[in-house]
């Protein structure tokens, strides 16, 4: 993953290496809001349907990157879509990045998730102003783009990531994480996503669902999903309403019976830490580091939660001891 990219500045390698170093996280730095999220299976066996609500969430999402309404539409769809891939992980010490890169006016959109569906993001550009859609909603395929691709980068474990990519379709997140499922996954999927904006910026409703058929699903399966999404009103609504994310896949898929598998109660969760930052220093290497050295002083900023470290000459020093033992 280091490799292949080659437009790698110092932050893009704390943050692979924060993704990298996830499973030793000493004090993850929690947000209280808290997330619904429940996974269920129908009673058939033919199909999986996990539905969460992400308002706390997307809100506080909104809080720390203080972003414009439709860059928190943006940015909370894929959180929502990201904390419900994560939360179907098998390992505690999976996670999940997906990654937006449309060339859009918001740029670069990206969130990551572990085992728990819980959440962290950012967003290259936090405040995008451009007019409503034709339909009159915010246009969040206006702010992300369609010239690019979605990334899904699978950490299970393994000596190597997965990683899947397929190009945007439509810059509205849910199509282009549908079209990702169908190509890269070879399932087929339907995905809702939603965030509704209050008028002073915070997050009224936000949350989704993912249908997903499994490989014993039958001929008719598909019509009769494609049957219950048909009059299904937008998942925001049903939030709004006060409907909870199992009320949501009982009336979402009113001609299946399904059962719950797990549910959980996700959180806009980063794991950054000093001693993080450090490792990822040290890992630039000697050059970089004699460099900082130099400097009054070097400050690293997460860019998921905003939390600033600073290091001295001296602290720099000490970590080229670090590094050259
Ligand atoms: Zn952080």
């Known amino acids: 993953m280091f490799a292949k990219n080659t437009e790698l500045n110092l932050f893009d390698i704390i943050l692979q290496f924060i993704e990298r170093t996830t499973k030793r996280a000493v004090s993850p730095c929690v947000f209280i809001a808290m997330g619904k999220l429940i996974r269920c299976i129908s009673t058939d066996g033919t199909l999986t349907i996990m539905a969460a609500d992400t308002t706390d969430i997307v809100n506080e999402a909104a809080n720390i ?18 904390s419900l891939m994560g939360s179907a992980l098998k390992g505690k010490d999976n996670s999940v990045t ?22 962290r993001g950012y967003v290259q550009q936090n405040v995008v102003e451009i007019p409503l859609n034709k339909k009159g909603k915010l246009d969040v395929s206006g702010a992300v783009g369609t010239d690019g691709f979605v990334t899904v980068i699978k950490d299970l474990g393994l000596k190597e990531p997965y990683i899947g990519q397929t ?5 509205e997140i849910a199509e282009d ?14 995905v809702a996503l939603g965030v509704l904006v209050n008028p002073d910026l915070s997050i009224k409703a936000a949350g989704g669902f ?69 490792s990822a220093l040290i890992s630039t290497g000697l050059a970089e ?3 900082m050295a130099t400097q009054e002083k070097t400050e690293v900023g997460c860019q998921f939660c905003n939390a600033n470290y600073v290091f ?12 050259t033992k």
């Open 177 to 190: 994480i549908t079209a990702y499922f169908a190509t890269s996954e070879q399932t087929p999927s339907v």
């Open 167 to 171: 190009p945007i379709i439509t810059g």
């Open 210 to 278: 993912i249908i997903q058929l499994l490989p014993t699903a039958m001929e008719d399966t598909i019509e009769k999903v494609e049957r219950c999404i048909k009059s299904v009103e937008p998942v925001t609504k049903l939030i709004e309403r006060g409907m909870t994310p199992e009320e949501i896949c009982h009336y979402v898929l009113p001609e299946f019976e399904i059962e719950e598998l797990d549910s959980a109660n996700p959180v806009y969760k980063c794991y950054c830490s000093r001693s993080k930052v450090e």
């Open 312 to 323: 001295t000459p001296d602290d720099i020093k000490r970590l080229i001891k670090r590094a």
């Open 289 to 291: 580091l004699n460099d």
């Open 65 to 82: 990157h203080q972003t414009s309404a439709v860059v928190s539409a943006a940015l909370g769809r894929l959180l929502t879509a990201t």
């Open 98 to 119: 997906v990654k937006i890169n449309g060339g859009g006016p918001a740029g670069t959109v990206l969130a990551v998730s572990d085992f728990q569906g819980n959440v």
